[in-house]
């Protein structure tokens, strides 16, 4: 098998993972709901908690809408959701073809060495930033806004809570990768090196190499970043409901501390 057909296989493999995640999720869906930037000013207005949900390569922010309903805890009433889509691009691991990509992947499956579209991340981020920063301006503490993301979604989320200039709740990071090099590591704040980092991977992975994850710790680390590793048994490149469970009992701990603020 050429090296070209082993990643559209790959890739294959992860957008049929993604899309299995999503019909599972939608059984468990509640009613349609407005979302929250189209409920009437004062409904808006109690919002003080914030969850931003990055998707993986060719999947989409509505698909992944469902999660939302696996957070049925007190803490999460007043908290806004967004599921964003990624824009159209072409993708290099997938001969060029146009799909939903945060950035250009170059190749799969990912392991630590592979090669990273440092300029593409980092204007996605710029995307992400601003996503953030209308939040902050809607009242919400960045203390009580969370990142989280699978796969490419992922390497996103780490991306964008370290380059992000405050201190966040949390960057939840599922099936993902460090997308840039150790030069990035300088124009991390101060303020973000305090934002905490969840970061969930299956050992079975065969698209996110579980190795790329295990990089994940040592990178933060060196930059002094705390970091929370799990590591799941016989997951491949998808989602666990027991990760949601431990996502969600992650973000409400902080809640606890923070929404009183």
């Known amino acids: 098998m050429s090296r070209g057909v082993r990643f559209l296989f790959s890739l294959a493999a992860a957008i049929a993972a993604a899309s299995l995640l999503a019909a599972s999720l939608r059984r468990r869906a509640q009613p349609p709901r407005l979302p929250d930037q189209l409920l009437p000013g004062p409904m808006a207005a109690r919002n003080r908690s914030f969850v931003l949900w990055l998707h993986g390569l060719g999947d989409s922010g509505p698909a992944n809408e469902p999660i939302r309903t696996f957070f049925a805890a007190p803490e999460f009433r007043h908290t806004k959701w967004v599921f964003p889509s ?6 290099s691991c997938n001969n060029g073809a146009v799909m939903p990509s945060w950035f250009d992947i170059h190749e799969l499956p990912l392991s630590p060495g592979s ?6 991340v980092l204007k ?5 930033h601003a996503m953030i920063d209308r939040e902050v301006a809607g009242g919400i503490h960045p203390d009580n806004i969370f990142v989280c993301g699978f796969s490419q979604g992922g390497a996103l989320t780490l991306a964008s809570v370290l380059l992000y200039p405050k201190t966040l709740g ?11 090099g150790s030069s990035v590591i300088e124009r991390i704040s101060p303020e973000a090196r305090k934002t905490p980092i969840l970061w969930s991977h299956g050992i079975a992975d065969q698209v996110v190499l579980f190795e790329a994850g ?3 710790p040592p990178f933060l680390q060196s930059a002094g970043i705390s970091c929370e590793f799990k590591a799941y048994p016989d997951l491949g490149h998808s989602i666990a409901k027991e990760e949601l469970s431990s996502l969600e009992a992650w973000i409400k701990g902080r809640l606890k501390a923070s929404q009183d603020k």
Do not use: K
């Open 86 to 91: 990624a824009p159209n691009s072409p993708v």
């Open 115 to 120: 090669p990273q579209d440092e300029s593409g």
């Open 124 to 128: 996605a981020v710029e995307n992400v």
């Open 170 to 180: 949390g960057g939840a990071v599922f099936s993902g990768w460090v997308p840039f």
């Open 214 to 216: 295990q990089a994940g």
